[in-house]
């Protein structure tokens, strides 16, 4: 579905974006937009790539006549850009309201205008149920990407809207691995919270196939979720233990807003909830039931839990755990 495609990334020169521009590459497409605020960014990541089909916009999201411009004659939209460090964000919720909200408007406004097919927006487990400001307007993001159809004309608009849900990609920014690597690297205290805590596992390459697969298996208004194992806390030290000598820990609080476990999923979606063998999707409640059984006839609908918890899914085991950090380039095989 990609060949041939204008193709645009919001925040296209983020870990994320860089990773699913080179996937995309690959797909034989026409050409892709990066567009971003960071031009250092895009002068490093133009020297990396090297290809002719991309193009290097520098816009912000929050600028909506500069994404009206940056849209025309794009037939595909990735929305990745956002502000995401949850500290920052508690101190800046003013900002984050502006990018991850108002930013998000601005995305689905110029979507519709421009006639774009699809418009996919990358969302995050912190919006289900949230407890801080960053998740509150993550859950908005998707709010407004679920019921962006409400503002289309049929006569004159196509555009499917379609939001994604998952964790922190394994060793991304901010995320703990990379945390405890770059503490052991610097000879500090491996900082612990609750060696109980649970977080889901996704690598990059298993993002990008969740997110390219949701892209082409939307209806419009749906919300998708990749199926997908977690780890504990107790299991990436041990892991670390084992690789590293001589580390020290410090047990420090949880942060304010943060989670013991991630969910996906919660017990009030449930109902809404069908799957399959690689992923759940969330049905917008106002979606015609005949649609619903036209499209996702294949779908099958979800009983065999009552929410969707990292605490409740099978764990990785650690030998398991330990080759996924070696094959991630997170770790090095001892000598």
Do not use: W
């Not at 407004?144 to 503002?151: D, G, I, Y």
């Not at 000598?245 to 996906?264: A, N, S, T, Y």
């Not at 649609?291 to 990785?316: G, R």
């Amino acid at each position: 579905m990609y060949k041939g495609k204008k193709i645009l990334i919001t925040g296209g020169t983020g870990s994320l974006g860089q990773a699913l521009t080179k996937r995309l590459l690959k797909e034989d497409v026409d050409t892709i937009r990066i567009y971003s605020r960071n031009e250092n960014k895009q002068v490093m990541m133009e020297s990396q790539f090297q290809d002719s089909r991309l193009r290097f916009l520098i816009g912000d999201i929050r600028d909506l006549p500069r994404l009206k411009r940056a849209l025309e004659d794009v037939d595909i939209v990735f929305h990745t850009a956002a502000l995401k460090h949850v500290p920052l964000i508690e101190y800046n919720p003013f900002e984050a309201v502006k990018t991850n909200v108002l930013g998000t408007q601005n995305i689905i406004e110029a979507c519709i205008d421009e006639n774009v097919e699809i418009a996919v927006g990358v969302g995050t487990d912190k919006a289900v149920s949230p407890l801080n400001a960053y998740g509150a307007t993550k859950l908005l993001m998707e709010k407004l990407f679920v019921t962006a159809s409400n503002f289309l004309s049929k006569d004159k608009h196509k555009t499917k809207f379609v939001a994604l849900r998952y964790g922190n990609v394994l060793g991304s920014s901010g995320s703990v691995i990379p945390k405890f690597l770059n503490q052991i690297s610097t000879e500090q205290k491996i900082t612990i919270t609750d060696e109980n805590m649970t977080r889901f596992n996704i690598t990059m390459d298993e993002a990008l196939d969740f997110i390219l697969k949701a892209a082409s298996s939307t209806h419009g208004g749906e919300i998708f979720v990749p199926k997908l194992k977690a780890y504990t806390l107790k299991d990436v030290k041990k892991v670390l233990f084992d690789q590293f000598c001589k580390i020290k820990e410090e047990k420090i609080p949880i942060r304010p807003g943060e989670k013991m476990h991630e969910v996906l999923i919660n017990k009030d979606e449930m109902k809404f909830v069908l799957e399959t063998d690689t992923m759940y999707v969330i049905l917008n409640p106002n979606m015609d039931k005949e649609k619903i059984k036209e499209f996702y006839f294949n779908y099958n609908q979800v009983n065999h839990m009552t929410e969707y918890s990292s605490d409740k899914v099978k764990k990785i085991p650690q030998d398991e755990f330990k080759r996924i950090l070696l094959n991630n380039n997170l770790i090095k095989k001892s000598e």
